[in-house]
């Protein structure tokens, strides 16, 4: 079973003042840099010019002001999702991978760019506006002890769990947003230009990443010092492939979404805390999971020991019926096929019972994240059934709620008032605002 099989799996393990590597990268002696990048001896460092905010200062932090973002991609086949988003000036697209598992949004950017994957779009040309490393938001990248070899430019490194990363120098540009007031406004918001990307093992064809997680850094944290919108962040995935997502409070009715407080056992991200499994509505004595929700997943992953109690559960229902194991698709870890190959889900609901993520949501009345079928389930291309749901092995105690269960819901991250919401909704359709009602 390669990792490569398994999607996308961006969670954030490490911010890094540093590689930690020695070796110097053989293309760097002779080009002009135009950072200071690292492993580089002749820095030649711009004079930071100020991006032209055209961001009036009037507005404060505006309730119901919200920017909604067309989704691309689905699970399987493709494996993930994809927004766009316009940026520079003159600003130019860029396919970015939604991930609510870490904070920094960068672009591949030609800085000039050492290592860099395939892009869909030409290289970033950075801004000249360097962030200073003393900056706030340089310093949220960075661990506390962490000191400035370079005082005029942050220098950033991160790493994702599927062992992809990028290294890069933080910049200040333009981002274009539509509001969904009709509004269209440019503000200046940091950035990584990222020159120097190890690809993770499963290749996606992307200019950047856009961080949607609770860290300073993020575009949404950003744009709500800004006072342009409140610290929200909310997506919705339809089953069918494609949805939205969204940053602000405006687009949903707060009195309809299940509310759980984010845990401040993890802070670093976003974390309901402990759930409980619950299998065909009972409960299974699989306790203290650790779970986050993370976008940047494409499946759900257990820990070891839940996820075999898991599939000992999904396979006890299963004897007697018509499935058997399909050690030939190797789509995923475990498949069943049928006498016939199955066309959709359809097929094979009544097979799987529903599963739930109970959450003690700090004392109160416990709240339910349910996952029908369709939730944990793929058709494969050979036409078996395949359990989404993962052996975290590479995750170590957590337990990562990915995309595949997100689907068809409306997930919600208030990061004002700390809580994680969701409801079930259509996300077929993209929203306009609360009054042009989504469920
Ligand atoms: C904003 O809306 C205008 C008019 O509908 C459109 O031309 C433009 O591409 C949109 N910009 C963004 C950043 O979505
Ligand atoms: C991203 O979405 C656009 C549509 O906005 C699509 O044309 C493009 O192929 C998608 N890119 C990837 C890598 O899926």
């Excluded at 002779?30 to 950072?35: A, G």
């Excluded at 359990?387 to 919600?412: A, E, F, Y």
């Amino acid at each position: 079973m390669k990792v490569g099989m398994l999607g996308l799996l961006r969670v954030v393990v490490l911010v890094l003042v540093l590689r930690v590597s020695s070796s110097s990268s053989s293309s760097s002696s002779s080009t002009t840099s135009y950072f200071g990048q690292k492993n580089r001896r002749s820095s030649i460092l711009p004079e930071p010019v100020p991006v032209q905010a055209t961001t009036s200062s009037l507005r404060l932090n505006r309730v119901g002001s919200s920017i909604v973002f067309p989704l691309h991609g689905n699970v399987y086949p493709i494996g993930f999702y994809n927004v766009t988003l316009n940026i520079g000036q003159p600003s130019k697209p860029y396919f970015l991978d939604p991930d609510t598992g870490s904070d920094l949004t960068w672009l591949q950017c030609d800085a000039p760019c050492v290592q860099c994957t395939e892009t869909p779009h030409p290289l970033y040309k950075p801004s000249n506006s360097l962030v200073p490393c003393n900056d706030p938001l340089c310093k949220s990248l960075h661990p506390p002890e962490h000191r400035c070899e370079t005082p005029g430019q942050c220098d950033y490194e991160i790493q994702y769990a599927d062992g992809g990363s990028s290294m890069g120098v933080l910049v200040k540009d333009a981002f274009s947003f539509n509001f969904t007031n009709g509004e269209q406004l440019k503000p200046p918001l940091a950035l990584g230009c990222g020159y120097d990307q190890i690809p993770g093992p499963y290749p996606h064809p992307f200019d950047g990443v856009l961080g949607l997680g609770k860290g300073k850094s993020s575009i949404v944290s950003q744009l709500s010092k800004q006072g342009l919108v409140q610290n929200v962040v909310g997506h919705c995935i339809s089953v069918r492939g494609g949805g939205y997502l969204f940053f602000g409070d405006g687009l949903y009715d707060s009195s309809r979404v299940l509310w759980t407080s984010m845990s401040r056992d993890h802070p670093e991200h976003y974390s309901p805390g402990f759930a409980e499994l619950i299998f065909g509505g009972k409960t299974t004595g699989i306790k203290n999971l650790l779970t986050v929700f993370d976008s940047g997943s494409s499946y759900t992953y257990l820990n070891s020991p839940a996820y075999q109690a898991l599939v000992s559960l999904v396979k006890k229902e299963l004897t007697g019926r018509s499935l058997t194991e399909a050690l030939d698709d190797k789509t995923l870890p475990l498949c069943w096929k049928g006498r016939r190959p199955f066309k959709s889900l359809n097929d094979v609901r009544k097979y799987f019972k529903p599963i739930a993520l109970s959450f003690a949501n700090g004392g109160k009345a416990k709240t339910q994240f349910e996952l029908p079928p369709e939730a944990y389930l793929i058709i494969s291309r050979m036409g078996n059934v395949c359990l989404g749901i993962i052996d975290g092995k590479g995750t170590g105690p957590l337990n990562i709620i990915g995309d595949i269960s997100m689907q068809d819901k409306m997930v919600i991250y208030n990061n004002e008032k700390q809580l994680i919401g969701w409801a079930p909704a259509n996300c077929d359709r993209l929203p306009k605002s609360k009054t042009s009602s989504i469920w």
